[in-house]
């Protein structure tokens, strides 16, 4: 089991990580400053989204490509707002197959 998630820092910004360990930890540890990065100086951090893998690879996958979305396209992630997400990919600079990999994120009922 594995998850890409995306925290909220106190400054508005977001953090887009992946891990194979709890999530809950995970965040924790976000929260905590345990690690120096982006979100030790911008705590306290909020968890807004997550999606759990079978695989790390696939979650690394995603965070990667999540990574280089805009902020008006994580937004829409966050709001589970797949048909914006769409719009958005067909403005972008990046292939329409970029958005494959978090074709698992849809509901299945609302597959993209």
Known sequence: MAFVYMLQCRDGSYYVGSTSASLEHRVAEHDAGKFGGYTATRRPVTLVFSQEFQQ????????RQIKGWGRAKKEALIRGDFERIKQLAKRGRRRSSSFETLAALAPQDDAI
């Open 56 to 63: 790390i690879t696939d979650a690394v996958a995603a965070e």
